[in-house]
């Protein structure tokens, strides 16, 4: 059977799992991939991905996104909000403008994108994919405003559901802890080799195929490491485990303060 090439639009492209998911998509469908940074995306153009820079936490962005794709494609049968980043910090003080630059990125923007793609209409099918997260059903230590948003986006995947149109089908997507840049990013590229990623972790490779697969299958959620619902029954059911597991996390997040701690001592 012959192919039938699908118009996809992925989000948070530049790097990890978005600039992973379009390289696959482009081998058989029209991609476009946003992101706010360009300095990987020239290598997707080079695949023939178009491409659309501009920051997707504001509305306007966002607006403009679609009126390019449509523009360039004429319609869109695949919309992957993919875009995300976290802070790896503790809360100490009182900073709204972080709270909000999170929350504009990481809930906002996926949120108003599905508005904005039910608006295309129900004349065909189609599927928008939220890229959440284990780490909002499992929150971590040091993560917490990130913990935050993605919690939001597990909830609104699973209350929005029966409020869709028929035609929509909606792929929520939980990894778990990958090493991309995302984890650098977090702690904007400061001693990153004392930084340790959160519990479970997971390669790039095979969570990208799986991801991938379960896009293609149209799946209602897809989990990369296939045992981690298991792992947050186990943190439901037994409460103990989920103290332990925030005290080993907690850990992580003492142990790279302290090697700020010693940076300051040596540069004085």
């Known amino acids: 059977m012959e192919h039938i090439k699908k118009n996809i639009v ?3 492209a530049n790097s990890g799992i978005g600039f992973a998911l379009a390289s696959k998509f482009a081998k058989n469908n029209n991609v476009i991939a946003a992101d706010k940074d360009d300095f990987a995306l020239q290598k997707l153009s080079d695949l023939g991905i178009k491409t659309f820079v501009a920051d997707i936490s504001k509305k306007e962005s966002v607006d403009r996104l679609f009126e390019f794709t449509l523009d360039t494609f004429g319609d869109i049968d695949i919309f992957i909000a993919n875009a995300g980043f976290g802070y790896f910090e503790r809360i100490d003080g009182a900073n709204y403008g972080r709270i909000e630059n999170i929350f504009s990125t990481n809930v906002f923007s996926p949120i108003y994108s ?46 929005v559901r ?4 028929q035609n929509i089908c909606l792929t929520a997507v939980y990894p778990v802890a990958i090493n991309t840049n995302f984890y650098a990013s977090a702690v904007n590229g400061v001693n990153v080799d004392e930084l340790e990623l959160p519990t479970p972790k997971q390669k790039l490779e095979p969570a990208v195929e799986a991801i991938f697969r379960g896009i293609e299958m149209r799946k209602n959620r897809i989990y990369p490491l296939a045992i981690f619902p298991l792992l947050t029954t186990l943190s439901t059911l037994f409460p103990p485990l989920k103290r332990i597991y925030w005290h080993m996390q907690y850990n992580k997040l003492l142990k790279y303060e302290d090697s700020l701690k010693r940076d300051t001592t040596t540069e004085n």
């Open 114 to 159: 599905l508005q904005k793609f039910i608006e295309l209409g129900e004349n065909k099918d189609r599927q928008f994919v939220i890229v959440a997260s284990g780490i909002g059903k499992i929150p971590v230590p040091g993560y917490s405003l990130y913990s935050a948003t993605k919690a939001a986006l597990n909830a609104f995947e699973e209350a």
């Open 10 to 12: 992925i989000t948070g």
């Open 162 to 165: 029966p409020e869709l149109p």
